[in-house]
């Protein structure tokens, strides 16, 4: 176990990271989930350096509270942003779609607490001989990018593979998943889903709608043959992916494709049509609009007074 808590490691209130959501998790969110006790992230998603700079910058004039920047690994602008986060001296990096091995070395030096994301044991393993401070195991039912084990099976399994502090993502939406993340071991929970509805995120309205008006049925998964399935929910567009699935007519190429900008045209155009909305399962649990501040003192006092009955 871990001689420190999360919030002790990190300087933060509460053991909770928002989600890296690429579009979606900007400079605006993440300052306003670290004011209000929680750890904010920007998502670089594909964007240049020149733009996760500029968020940088942008959330330390909104919070002088610890956050976080997400790498996706896969992106052309990696080497480029792993070295943006070093100058402005990020408190955490969190990485997905790839492995980090290659920076962690350096970010440590500087200070950086290192956080990748993993769907299975062996790769929080080898984030922990690469030094990384903490592992998130993200189980299947997380929206966006997903791996094949549910959270309830990767957590427990995580934290009895690795020493190092295991995030527990996927699946969290209320105080109720927090409780039973920490049941099966896990040192604090990622939420990303439930801050797509946070009154500061600067997504479509009709994005928030869709998660707002979802039903426990409502996802889909989508681009299992190109070995990075993606969750989203259920719309023309996502419904037309899926059919395509398997139609050997179709180049993995030409399948990739398809996707290509449907979750800018989700995000920011609010697209019904060709939009791709992701959001994870527990988005049927979701029924409001909220601040930041809200939603986790919300998640905090619930998570509280569940543990509290189990305790008696």
Request: hydrophobic share 40%; with cysteine; proline share 4%.
């Amino acid at each position: 176990m871990a001689s420190k808590s999360l919030p002790e490691l990190l300087g933060i209130k509460y053991p909770i990271f928002q989600g890296g959501m690429a579009w979606i998790s900007d400079a605006v969110l993440a300052a306003a989930v670290s004011n209000a006790g929680g750890l904010g992230i920007i998502a670089a998603g594909s964007a240049p350096a020149s733009y996760v700079s500029d968020q940088i910058k942008k959330a330390k004039e909104l919070t002088d509270k610890p956050f976080g920047v997400n790498i996706m690994l896969m992106s052309p602008y990696a080497d480029d942003i792993a070295q943006v986060v070093i100058k402005e001296k990020v408190a955490v990096v969190t990485t997905g779609a790839g492995n980090p091995a290659k920076y962690i070395s350096q970010w440590k030096e500087t200070g950086i607490n290192v956080f990748p994301v993993v769907a299975s044991t062996g790769l929080a393993k080898m984030s922990e001989r690469s030094g990384a401070d903490g592992v998130i195991a993200e189980g299947c039912e997380a929206g966006g990018h997903i791996g094949e084990l549910t959270t309830m099976a990767l957590v427990p399994q995580g934290c009895d593979a690795v020493s190092i502090p295991v995030i527990a993502a996927g699946g969290i939406g209320d105080g109720r998943g927090m409780a039973a993340a920490f049941m099966l071991g896990a040192s604090g929970v990622q939420i990303g889903t439930r801050f797509l509805v946070a009154k500061e995120c600067s997504i479509h309205q009709n994005y928030k709608d869709k998660v707002i008006s979802a039903k426990d049925i409502d996802t889909i998964s989508t681009g299992k043959r190109l070995g990075h399935p993606v969750r989203s929910i259920k719309t023309p567009f996502s419904r037309d992916l899926f059919s395509k699935e398997y139609d050997s007519s179709i180049t993995n190429e030409e399948f990739e494709q398809l996707g290509a900008g449907a979750l800018q045209l989700a995000a920011v155009e609010g697209e019904l049509k060709t939009g791709c909305f992701m959001a994870g399962q527990v988005a049927g649990l979701i029924k409001k609009e909220q601040t930041a501040k809200e939603i986790i003192e919300e998640l905090m006092q619930h998570c509280e007074s569940v543990l509290s009955t189990v305790a008696q």
